[in-house]
């Protein structure tokens, strides 16, 4: 009988101990945006990898990447939530580093992803290297245009830190390695197609010379694919973009486009939700997460490492 009653002890000190072990984490996602193609393959990725958890995530972002006062007040309401850990891309990096520090005293983790904050707060930061690909997109319009010609760059967001490093990372590689190429001031687009279609005309209109264009994410990269496409430019005005849809995929098979950096946007959002989830489980993680970017044009595009990547769950 006693050995029946310490073996059904052992059991329950069992159950309980997985009980405690058990993880049901609430980690939402507070994201820049949800209207482009690039934000749905990176809320993709962070609800697989909270389904391979056992954790629970919501997904929320502003209507268009602009609205930092309404990004602050979605992050406001998710902490109000009492989540265990937050996953944010910052539309600004110094507006939401006050609101990294108040999730930290409330003892929420937070873990960046994208776009950063000027804070040493958060557990990890995962993103491109955007500096890097900066400096790739610079080298892939250098030698399309034999290392010389007057380029422009139309960027998404001002304030945002991938705009800036992207921005920064291409300008600096072009300073060091292609003194005859000359790079113009930094057009703002807010990451909005129809902005970077407009900028892109006065772009043109303003410096009848111009040889190329560099676009720093999804929306500059469809403005600026268009403003040629309609103007008759193709061909004749070079363009790197950044990110992928199947409307740049298409500028890039016609020609309008010569290539474009892309990112691995849904294991951004996996590695993202991983990160926050190794941080409540006591783990140490990198404090940033450096997901590689490709550049992809019209000799690699059909290869299965590209297809994979411009497609992670296949072609719809």
């Known amino acids: 009988m006693k050995t029946r009653h310490f073996l059904s002890a052992l059991s329950l000190l069992a159950l309980m101990t997985s009980s405690a072990l058990a993880k049901d984490f609430n980690l939402p996602v507070v994201s820049k945006g949800f209207q482009h193609e690039f934000w749905q393959t990176v809320k ?37 939530q009492k989540p265990n850990g937050l996953l944010l891309a910052a539309l600004d990096e ?16 937070v873990v960046t992803f994208d776009s950063g904050v000027n804070s040493a707060i958060p557990a990890s930061f995962v993103a491109t290297n955007n500096r890097k690909a900066g400096a790739g997109a610079a080298d892939a319009l250098a030698e399309q245009l034999s290392g010389k010609g007057k380029v422009g760059i139309i960027a998404h967001v001002a304030g945002t830190s991938s705009a800036i490093e992207r921005s920064e990372g291409f300008s600096a590689r072009m300073k060091e390695k292609y003194p005859d190429i000359q790079v113009l001031p930094v057009q703002y687009s807010d990451g909005d197609p129809q902005k970077a279609m407009d900028k892109t005309i006065d772009m043109v209109q303003a410096n009848p010379d111009l040889a190329g264009i560099y676009a720093t994410n999804e929306g500059s990269t469809l403005g600026v694919a268009n403003a040629i496409d309609s103007q008759n430019l193709k061909g004749k005005i070079k363009v790197i973009g950044f990110d992928s849809t199947e409307a740049i995929i298409n500028f890039l098979k016609n020609g309008v486009i010569q290539g474009f950096m ?39 595009l059909d290869t299965p490492e590209i297809e994979k990547l411009l497609h992670p769950l296949g072609k719809k």
């Open 44 to 80: 993709m990725g962070t609800e697989a990898a909270a389904k391979e958890l056992g954790d629970k995530t919501s997904y929320v972002g502003p209507a268009d990447e602009t609205q930092i006062a309404e990004q602050i007040q979605l992050v406001e309401n998710t902490m109000a």
């Open 94 to 109: 110094n507006a939401l580093a006050p609101l990294v520090e108040t999730a930290n005293s409330r003892g929420i983790k």
């Open 262 to 300: 892309v990112q691995d946007a849904f294991q951004i959002g996996y590695q993202g939700i991983k990160a926050l989830d190794a941080v409540l489980s006591g783990q140490t993680v990198p404090k940033q997460i450096d997901i590689p970017v490709k550049y992809v044009n019209a000799k690699n």
